[in-house]
Structures are given as structure tokens and as C-alpha cells.
């Protein structure tokens, strides 16, 4: 089986320009494409695994990915999907937020010379004129078309603004600049993006008189037809400091039995021979076959010694262990004032929230507990508490933690 049908095989194709001329393209590896990530957080999230996956596999099939940051137009913010406008980023946080995806990417994509290119859209979009923007793409741009584009028709009720409206010109001038200087001749992306890519290929075309291409990815949701690991406020992040992996393991280990299939066959790289065998699994076989989801995702992340501390982790606690097979968080006299630390401190030492504001909401909340008792503000936890096997705290359903005096 080529590339091509194995994507499709896999329910990775949503939409495509011309199937057949791209399949014969990516089969015969003469695809030079592009996706785009805009940086509007300092890490990737679970939700972009379809992309990075994608680039992967079009990659080892002897095709040439380009990983576009968008340090351009993150400055303007993508509409789509959105009710409002998006908070605007300073510069330094963007080429913050830049630099942390391309650490993040080199996990799955293999860059260098004569392989996948990273690339910053900052370097042209920031330096245009935009009066030469106007003369020289103005014209081939129809409003009528672009206001019945999903992604601004569903704006339209509450306003959309200006700096939006921009952000499909950026984007459809991207392709056109990669098509003229690197050769890229397809665009890939999810398929809420479909009529933006649709726009690149209409600029070259109009532009230089030469066609591109542009395929969609399937999105990845749960059986609610909600995003999977990247929904506004509940992300799954790629990076350790902000979930670390036994939660990863544990987002992953907890999809519906519905979705574990789905995401089996559209996120792992294991044969699709044994993904079928899978089908017929139910019951406590479905829990396995959930064990192999969230080990190979977090492996892929990680790293195998992180799956595997992961897997153990969960398999330990969730069967009855102890408190030692839990994470841990050693502490020592100094991280304790007067013999006893708060409870909002100890989150944060345990490394359970990225900030104490988030520990508060959680208490507020009462999602947070200690040796089975509901934790609140003004907890404060002894030097005696912590001794011994200590004290385990647990985070909404799922997270459990073990904190203990060195």
C-alpha cells in the first residue's frame, strides 16, 4: 500500500483539489508542501498531532514537508473557529512561542539540508509595503468571496474586525511566496482551513498562471464532534512543564471506547493490519487496546523511558497500588515555613498547576484533594503529614500525586 491510499485507509483525508493528481504525487514523493502553525501559545498541543504526524509520514515517503511558523501572522490572528477576537501577542512573545514549536517539532520531523525546512512568515509578511501589498495582490482578492467563507460567516454577528479580515490575505500570500521561492507546490492543513488553502491556489494561479495543490486533514474530534486535545482552556500540551506525561499518558488512556479506534488509526504508526484485528475488542480488551493509544502517543512525545515510567505509573495506582507508585514530589525543611507548607505552595512545588492563580480556581472549584478530603484556601500541611510515604493529592478525577519530606 503507497502514502496516498494509506491515508485514506487511515481517515486521514478530508478534502483534496485533485486526488489523483496528488495521489500520483506524493506516492512518486514530489510533494514539496507546507503547514502552517500559528505560535499563539509557548507549546503545541495534543490537537496538532494530526499535522506533525502527517509530515511524518509524507516525509519517510520521500517528501519534502515545510513547518511554516507563523510569526506573521500570528501578529494579525486567525478567525477561524473563534466567537471572538483573539488576545493579541506582544513580538517577544510570539518569537518566544516560536522557538518553543521548533524544539517541539524536531521530535518528529528530520530537518536539515536536502530535508524539511522550518520557516518563519515573519520574514516576508513583516517587511511588506502595504501599498505594494494592495497593487500587487489587491485585485485577485473578491470581498463577496471572502465574507462567505466559514470562517468570517461566523463572525459576522458579534463583528468582525479589520485586523481579521487581513488575516486570509496573509495566509493566501504565504503559498504564493513559498510556490515562487521554494518550489512548494501543495498546502496541507485541517479542513476548517479548506477555503483559505483554496484562495492560496487561486493567487498562483491568477498570479504566475501555474497550479498548486491543497489537501485537508480530517479534524480529529470525540463523539460530541468536539476538538480532541486542543479545546480553549483544557489543552493537552505537548510540553512536560505544562502537562506532564503521566497526565498525557492519562488524557490518552481515558478517550471514550467509541474514539480509541479512530484515534489508533489516525494518530499511531502501527500497522493498520493490526489496528483491523483490533475492531472486534470490547469490554476490558478495549482498555488495552486504550493502553496502546496513550503509550505510543506519549512515546512519541517523551520518549520510551517516559511511556513506559507512565504506564507503570497508572497501572500501579489505578489497580490498587501504593502511594510509592504514584508521581512524587520530594521536599526538604527549606521549601517549609514554620514546620508547614500551604496547600496552594505544595500544588505548586508538586509542579500540579503552571500558576497559583489556577491553584486557586481549582480549590474554588473543589477539584482538588488531599488524602481523600476536599482541600481549601488557608490548608496549610505539617512536616508530620509529610513524613513517611507523605501526603497524596489528587487534581480533578484524574491526576493523582504523592508530596514527602526528604
Known amino acids: 500500500m503507497q502514502i496516498f491510499e494509506e491515508l485514506e485507509a487511515r481517515g486521514l483525508i478530508a478534502q483534496v483539489t485533485d486526488r489523483e493528481l496528488i495521489r500520483e504525487m506524493v ?19 495534543a490537537g496538532h498531532f494530526m ?4 509530515m511524518k509520514r509524507l516525509q519517510a515517503a520521500g517528501n519534502r514537508p515545510i ?8 501578529m494579525i490572528g486567525d478567525p477561524s473557529g473563534r466567537t471572538d477576537m483573539r488576545r493579541m501577542l506582544t513580538v ?12 517541539q517539532m524536531e521530535r518528529f520531523i528530520e530537518f536539515g539540508e536536502g530535508k524539511a525546512m522550518m520557516l518563519n512568515n515573519a520574514d516576508w509578511l513583516l517587511g511588506l509595503n502595504y501599498v505594494e501589498l494592495l497593487r500587487e495582490v489587491g485585485a485577485c482578492f473578491s470581498v463577496n468571496n471572502m465574507l ?9 454577528e458579534k463583528g468582525l474586525s479589520f485586523l481579521e479580515f487581513n488575516y486570509m490575505i496573509m495566509q493566501r500570500y504565504d503559498f504564493y511566496h513559498l510556490f515562487k521561492e521554494y518550489g512548494c507546490n501543495m498546502q496541507f492543513g485541517g479542513d476548517d482551513q479548506w477555503s483559505n488553502m483554496l484562495g492560496g491556489t487561486e493567487l498562483i494561479r491568477k498570479k504566475l498562471g501555474k497550479d498548486a495543490h491543497a489537501m485537508t486533514i480530517t479534524l480529529l474530534t470525540d463523539q460530541n464532534g468536539n476538538k480532541m486535545g486542543k479545546t480553549a482552556g483544557n489543552a493537552v500540551w505537548l510540553d512536560p512543564n505544562k502537562t506532564s506525561p503521566f497526565d498525557f499518558y492519562q488524557y ?24 483491523e484485528a483490533m475492531s472486534s475488542w470490547q469490554g476490558a480488551e478495549l482498555n ?19 511511556a513506559q515510567s507512565a504506564r507503570e505509573t497508572a497501572r500501579g495506582l489505578f489497580s490498587g497500588g501504593s502511594a510509592q507508585d504514584m508521581p ?6 527549606a521549601d517549609l515555613t514554620d514546620g508547614a507548607i500551604g496547600i496552594i505552595d505544595l500544588m505548586m512545588k508538586c509542579g500540579l498547576c503552571p500558576s497559583r492563580g489556577e491553584a486557586r480556581r481549582l480549590l474554588q472549584q473543589n477539584g482538588v484533594e488531599l488524602d481523600g478530603q476536599k482541600a481549601a484556601f488557608g490548608l496549610t500541611v505539617s512536616a508530620g503529614q509529610l513524613s513517611g510515604d507523605g501526603v497524596v493529592i489528587k487534581k480533578g478525577k484524574k491526576v493523582f500525586h504523592r508530596a514527602y519530606l526528604a
Open 27 to 45: 506516492n512518486a514523493g514530489k510533494a514539496t508542501f507546507y503547514i502552517g502553525f500559528d505560535c499563539t501559545a509557548d507549546s503545541l498541543t
Open 92 to 103: 517577544e512573545d510570539i518569537r518566544h512561542n516560536a522557538e518553543c514549536f521548533k524544539r
Open 67 to 74: 513547518a511554516l511558523i507563523g510569526g506573521g501572522t500570528t
Open 252 to 275: 490518552w488512556r481515558n478517550v471514550e471506547d467509541g474514539d480509541v479506534l479512530k484515534c489508533i488509526r489516525m494518530l499511531t504508526f502501527l500497522p493498520l493490519g493490526e489496528i
Open 51 to 54: 499535522a506533525l504526524t502527517l
Open 148 to 156: 462567505r467563507a466559514e470562517c468570517y460567516r461566523q463572525r459576522m
Open 288 to 306: 488495552r487496546a486504550k493502553e496502546i493509544l496513550a503509550f505510543e502517543l506519549t512515546r512519541m512525545v517523551h520518549g520510551e523511558q517516559e
Open 328 to 333: 512524587s514530589t520530594a521536599l526538604t525543611a
